[in-house]
């Protein structure tokens, strides 16, 4: 598959519990960004990679994410001791340089209880 | 700060008017604009760059730096053109990032 791939497609947690979800760009993409979405609004942007290095975190963003891409290939993004906002659909996209065209994942569509 | 707007949450017209879906910047830099759309149970995908300046489905889109727009058209509305649409601006904060609208919903009815 040449598509940017997540996983998982849906997950289910209660209140407080840690989730970590992981993406597979597009192999010679070495720009990996996480976005989030909620119902009726656009990706919001969460963080980005440059191969290995992340390169912006958003303000809005908590200290209960954290993203990783170890080995410039996938990543994965960790929600730690979630709440209900939380809930919405986290986006994975990669692309070849600045200013390129994103290719999106499916996402992974998180509820929590 | 940067931002894209878009005013419109829905679109409803009729196949074959003409549609129009607007989208509004605001960025100090020289932008760079994107249509992305989401067809239903698909995966969010480009649908037409401002620099490339070509015409994708039958949609164009011009730049307009003085009134800060980058309004979606197309002449002839198709049934299977009804989507998600959302305009986006890559922004160059020390190295680039895409921000996206909020969505404007395009129905087109029979």
């Known amino acids: ?113 | 700060a940067q931002r894209v707007t878009q005013p419109e949450k829905l679109l409803s017209v009729f196949k074959g008017a003409p549609v129009e879906l607007k989208c509004n910047y605001s960025y100090s830099g020289s932008p760079e604009l994107f249509w992305y759309v989401q067809y239903s149970r698909q995966r969010l995908q480009l649908l037409l760059r401002h620099i490339s300046r070509e015409s994708i489905k039958g949609f164009t889109a011009d730049l307009n730096k003085g009134e800060t727009s980058f309004h979606l058209k197309k002449p002839f509305a198709q049934e299977e053109d009804s989507a998600m649409y959302y305009c986006a601006l890559s922004v160059d904060t020390g190295g680039f990032k895409t921000i996206f609208g909020a969505g404007t919903r395009l129905f087109v009815k029979a």
Not at chain 1, 15 to 32: A, K, W
Not at chain 1, 50 to 69: H, P, T, V, Y
Not at chain 1, 73 to 81: A, H, P, V, W
């Open chain 1, 1 to 113: 598959d040449t598509g940017v791939s997540q996983d998982p497609r849906h997950k289910i947690t209660k209140r407080g519990q840690n989730v970590t979800f992981r993406c597979d760009p597009i192999s010679e993409h070495n720009r990996l960004y996480w976005y989030r979405q909620t119902l009726g609004q656009g990706p919001e942007f969460l963080t980005y990679f440059q191969n290995e290095a992340q390169l912006e975190k958003s303000r809005l963003l908590s200290d209960r994410f954290s993203a990783e891409r170890p080995k410039g290939s996938f990543s994965t993004l960790e929600i730690q001791r979630t709440e209900q906002g939380d809930s919405a659909m986290y986006l994975c996209a990669s692309n070849p340089g600045a200013g390129e065209k994103l290719f999106f994942g499916s996402g992974t569509q998180l509820s929590v209880l």
